[in-house]
T-cell receptor, first 117, second 117 residues
Framework: DGGITQSPKYLFRKEGQNVTLSCEQNLNHDAMYWYRQDPGQGLRLIYYSQIVNDFQKGDIAEGYSVSREKKESFPLTVTSAQKNPTAFYLC????????????????FGNGTRLTVT | AQKVTQAQTEISVVEKEDVTLDCVYETRDTTYYLFWYKQPPSGELVFLIRRNSFDEQNEISGRYSWNFQKSTSSFNFTITASQVVDSAVYFCAPYSLHSGGYQKVTFGIGTKLQVIP
């Protein structure tokens, strides 16, 4: 079945360490996104990518980095510069056909809960 | 600027009661698209329904119905005869076309629905 796989489900790191969250999709979607979710808040966009080897900052990109070397993969690195990294991270994808992208829902992975102590 | 408001942070209903989730979307865009997502305790967001700003026809699908009124910028979602499995956080997520075809998604803070057996 097609879908988005995020791993691991839970991740624990010490403060000051970089950590990379994995996101893989087999939906053949061009666009991929990373969101952060904190308690009592909606989802906030970190980074997004419309095509391979290209990505753009979202609303809260500081302290994060991404790469898009393959269409199906969009890993997110939480760097030591991110001041409050503990959160629930969600990866999503969507089609990018300009005729229908406006009407296309986001497909989400199960998320990674990151705890930094 | 765009603003999406989900005024109800938490709602509790007894099983089989009807429940309506409210969403107000304020924007200067004349064309936009409205989506509802459900986030069960497992964490993955699941797409429920979508509507566009030029179609105010209300719809019913099974136990779900939607009431969209462009004049008041409200896009409400009703669950009829609620069930325990409906317990989740529900997000209103308006889309408007951003430059380059990227979907500019604005998520509400979500409404947590608890259905009590």
């Amino acid at each position: 079945d097609g879908g988005i796989t995020q791993s691991p489900k839970y991740l624990f790191r010490k403060e000051g360490q970089n950590v990379t969250l994995s996101c893989e999709q087999n939906l053949n979607h061009d666009a991929m996104y990373w969101y952060r979710q904190d308690p009592g808040q909606g989802l906030r966009l970190i980074y997004y990518s419309q095509i391979v080897n290209d990505f753009q900052k979202g609303d809260i990109a500081e302290g994060y980095s991404v790469s898009r070397e393959k269409k199906e993969s969009f890993p997110l690195t939480v760097t030591s510069a991110q001041k409050n990294p503990t959160a629930f991270y969600l990866c999503a994808s969507s089609i990018m056909d300009r005729r229908s992208s406006y009407n296309s829902p986001l497909h989400f992975g199960n998320g990674t809960r990151l705890t930094v102590t | 600027a765009q603003k999406v408001t989900q005024a109800q942070t938490e709602i509790s209903v007894v099983e089989k009661e009807d429940v309506t989730l409210d969403c107000v979307y304020e924007t200067r865009d004349t064309t936009y698209y409205l989506f509802w997502y459900k986030q069960p305790p497992s964490g993955e967001l699941v797409f429920l329904i979508r509507r566009n700003s030029f179609d105010e026809q209300n719809e019913i699908s099974g136990r779900y119905s939607w009431n969209f009124q462009k004049s008041t910028s409200s896009f409400n979602f009703t669950i009829t005869a609620s069930q325990v499995v409906d317990s989740a956080v529900y997000f209103c997520a308006p889309y408007s076309l951003h430059s380059g075809g990227y979907q500019k998604v604005t998520f509400g803070i979500g409404t947590k629905l608890q259905v009590i057996p």
